[in-house]
């Protein structure tokens, strides 16, 4: 495994652990009207932990809004506190651009958007959105959607085989990285001619966080994801993460499955 890049805003040491850390409605083309809470339900807001005995060192999110002068309850923007976002960077944007397959037309961003479009329509995965030389994902944003994390997982390690089978036929580097974090997100549509539903806050920042200074090829995830996935999922312990306004957690890297 390559070495781990160093966090861009670590406090702490960043390490890799030789052994694994094993514990116990499609909306693709981001064009929503409903499914959205008209009230906030408190008593299921996304509390982070961030310390590896489990103790919680900073505010919960809603409380931080009101803190900061918000009514969760009174904003115009959806508020969804229980949500898996996986943001795919790719690293090199020239490699966007490679031909794929017999088209020339082809490119590898194409190819990766077809793919991702049809996959997260077949598993159920609500949000999907190409900006740029990343791809977002969500889940969670529909209620109901209680496995939302490991459904995220799921499409990871599918990006991640098809991403490295992709660039060894154009016989280049893995340049994509992976990032995923479980909490908090807001959204609303946007546009005047066109709306479509876009996303936004501290979870698609996190997960954003964790393609950034993860390894090549590799798929980054923040501790409360890692805390919902242990059971069924195989994990690298990678090192501790500080992020403003937030504090200090453990990231791992996602393996595979048990």
């Known amino acids: 495994m390559p070495a781990p890049a160093q966090h861009k805003e670590a406090t702490g040491s960043t390490q890799d652990s030789a052994a694994p850390a094993k514990e116990g409605a499609t909306a693709v083309s981001d064009n929503r009207s409903e499914h959205h809470p008209d009230k906030i339900d408190r008593a299921n807001q996304q509390t982070r932990h961030v310390s590896a005995n489990g103790t919680n060192h900073f505010t919960p999110f809603l409380d931080r809004l009101t803190a900061g002068g918000i009514d969760p309850d009174q904003t115009a923007a959806d508020l969804f506190t229980d949500t898996t976002v996986l943001v795919l960077r790719f690293t090199n944007p020239i490699s966007l651009a490679a031909s794929v397959g017999d088209s020339e037309s082809a490119t590898t961003i194409e190819h990766m958007a077809g793919y991702l479009e ?141």
């Open 118 to 258: 049809a996959l997260a329509e077949s598993r159920g995965v609500e949000y999907l959105k190409v900006m740029g030389d990343e791809i977002l994902c969500a889940a969670g944003i529909d209620t109901g959607s209680k496995d939302h994390a490991r459904l995220i997982a799921d499409l990871a390690l599918n990006i991640q085989n098809r991403c490295t089978g992709l660039f060894a036929s154009l016989d280049a580097p893995m340049e994509f990285r992976i990032g995923i974090d479980t909490g908090a997100v807001m959204g609303s549509s946007v546009g005047r001619k066109e709306k479509t539903y876009n996303i936004w806050g501290e979870s698609v920042r996190f997960a954003s966080k964790m393609a950034d200074t993860g390894i090549p090829g590799g798929i980054q995830v923040s501790e409360t994801t890692y805390r919902r996935l242990r059971a069924n999922y195989l994990f690298h312990a990678r090192g501790s993460y500080y992020l403003p306004n937030i504090g200090e957690t453990s990231t791992y890297l996602l393996t595979g499955r048990i």
